[in-house]
């Protein structure tokens, strides 16, 4: 595995027990359950941290708080009962869909799907013929 897969990996787990610690916020209630959320902000933060040491800080950030934010309000509907809103379901579907636009949009990616988008387009065939026929 790579160390940006890692890095990633690492993101993506942080803000999965991040959901677990913010609920753990709400509705610890012994000794065991907030150290089991202390625990839970440590590795989360610790893991995000991590992270950030191969990755953009505000892409990793933004997917970090975006993770949590949509697995707190969904786990809170879910698991709690918090009533379901088509309005807040589809805001946090527009806030994944910007956290993902977000990763792919990264300096680690960009060339990469500069490459993409150019070969779909078939931008580097009329580049070849362009240089071809200047010769």
Known sequence: MS???FAWLLVILGGVVEVFWVTGLKHADT????ALTGVGVLFSFSAMIMACKNLEVSVVY???VGIGASGVVLNEMILFG???S???VSLIALLMLS???LKFSSKQND???VKNISKDLGLDELQDEIIQGAK
């Open 31 to 34: 000794l065991a359950t907030y």
């Open 86 to 88: 088509v309005i807040k």
């Open 82 to 84: 918090e009533p379901f």
């Open 62 to 64: 933004a997917v970090f």
């Open 3 to 5: 160390k940006l897969n």
């Open 111 to 113: 060339e990469k799907i």
């Open 99 to 101: 956290v993902i636009g």
